[in-house]
């Protein structure tokens, strides 16, 4: 009897092990020099890398990232399901470890990190996220929805206020702050 109860969901959950413990061992790294550069503990990159606990979609982004891998290379020969795909609000996954007084919720399916990451980034009063360079040619997008922020690329720097857009490069260090109280934006980050 065969089991015919595999679906793309599964395929990916079975593959996923061996490719991050392949992705970590291609870049001669440790499970403590996974677990440091990525925020995840080490006891949970290895029991992701057993198969004995599933990653959250922020989990898995944060160890791509880590890792420099292209997560949709991580999901090769898995078809992506047709139709319309809903991530409701209470599911978007959040980045817990950047900046200061922000919270970070990834719009972007997994499969597009390093080429389009899409953001909703809300900022506290004085709320700040200090990010290091990307690769090169690398460059943000950014659209302030409520509030004021603050952007410094390398040594510019320009204030924006509501509907305001700024694309800069970030093959530098770069900056993004709230002045003046809380504020929203809305950020695409292309070829990171």
Not at 147 to 163: D, M, W
Request: charged residues 25%; aromatic residues 4%.
């Amino acid at each position: 009897m065969t089991d015919n109860s595999s679906t793309p969901e599964t395929e990916v959950l079975s593959l996923l092990p061996t490719r991050l413990r392949a992705a970590r061992r291609d870049k001669g790294l440790s499970l403590d020099a996974v677990a440091k550069l990525s925020g995840v503990s080490r006891s949970m990159v290895s029991q992701i890398e057993r198969g004995e606990s599933s990653p959250t979609i922020a989990t898995l982004w944060n160890l791509t990232r880590a890792l420099q891998v292209d997560f949709a290379g991580l999901l090769e020969g898995v078809d992506e399901p047709a139709g319309i795909e809903v991530l409701r609000n209470a599911h978007v996954p959040l980045i817990a470890n950047a900046g200061q007084g922000c919270s970070i919720r990834i719009l972007s399916p997994p499969e597009e990190v390093g080429r389009h990451e899409v953001y909703d980034i809300r900022f506290k009063e004085n709320g700040i996220l200090d990010s290091a360079p990307h690769k090169r040619g690398a460059r943000e997008h950014l659209t302030v929805i409520t509030g004021n922020v603050r952007i410094k690329a390398g040594q510019q720097v320009e204030l924006l206020g509501p509907g305001d857009t700024a694309r800069y490069p970030v093959d530098q260090p770069h900056t993004i702050s709230a002045e003046a109280g809380p504020a929203q934006v809305f950020l695409v980050v292309q070829d990171a």
